[in-house]
């Protein structure tokens, strides 16, 4: 667990996110509606569609960067239980109800880690497979994020993502998350362009209103 270094962004969204009440009821509820709000579907299914791209890939370790409460770092690790997933997040509180949980479920091959995205603590391509779910649009420079993700992965490594793309129309309310609380949205080109510059290419992704979930290389 490495302590915060000065510099660290917090965001308010983020301070929101670390509060108690929300580290609390953040598997049952907050996740899940936040989803179903950006998605209309239900979040069992966004499951099942990262499961479905953590299947493909190849043995070595996986790494669940900004795991939060480790929502998907425990399926991952169920699923391929001959490898270790490495839960990284840099909220204290949300990785203390990581620990929690994992001791309470079936994954024994779960480490958690605590450092930032954008300087992670690993050599260069530790890793098989990245998962990052619900964070790259909440990071202060998902630029610097997705170099390190790069750095980290060994070739022909992947990494799964599920984010948010900028609604068309929102009477705005997008506006008032991103000015006021630093919760972000990509536009679909933005997103491509930031991939693009740190050579990953798109392979498979699934679109649902807003929420938008992809495989790249
Ligand atoms: C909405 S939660 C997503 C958690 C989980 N991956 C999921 O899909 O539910 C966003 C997480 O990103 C983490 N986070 C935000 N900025 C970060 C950074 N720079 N480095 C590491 N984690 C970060 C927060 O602490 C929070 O736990």
Known sequence: MLGGRPGEV???????????????????????????IASSRNFSDEMQTVLRFGASRSSGLTLDLAC???????????QLGD????????SWPMLNRARKLKEKGRAENILFVRATAFSLPFGDSCFSYVNCCGALHLFDRPDLA????RRILAPGG???VQTTLRPNRS????????????FGFFDENELKNLLK?????IEKAERHRISYTFLAK
């Open 158 to 160: 992947s990494l799964c």
């Open 83 to 90: 490898s270790i997933v490495v839960g990284l997040d840099m």
């Open 10 to 36: 917090i965001t308010p969204f983020q301070r929101l996110m670390q509060t108690p009440a929300i580290v609390n009821i953040y598997e049952k509820f907050w996740r899940r509606l936040g989803y179903y």
């Open 146 to 149: 997705l170099r390190e993700i």
């Open 171 to 182: 009477a705005g309310m997008a506006y008032f998350l991103e000015r006021f609380i630093r």
């Open 68 to 78: 939060g409460t480790g929502i998907f770092s425990r399926p991952l690790a169920e």
């Open 197 to 201: 510059l740190q050579g990953f290419e």
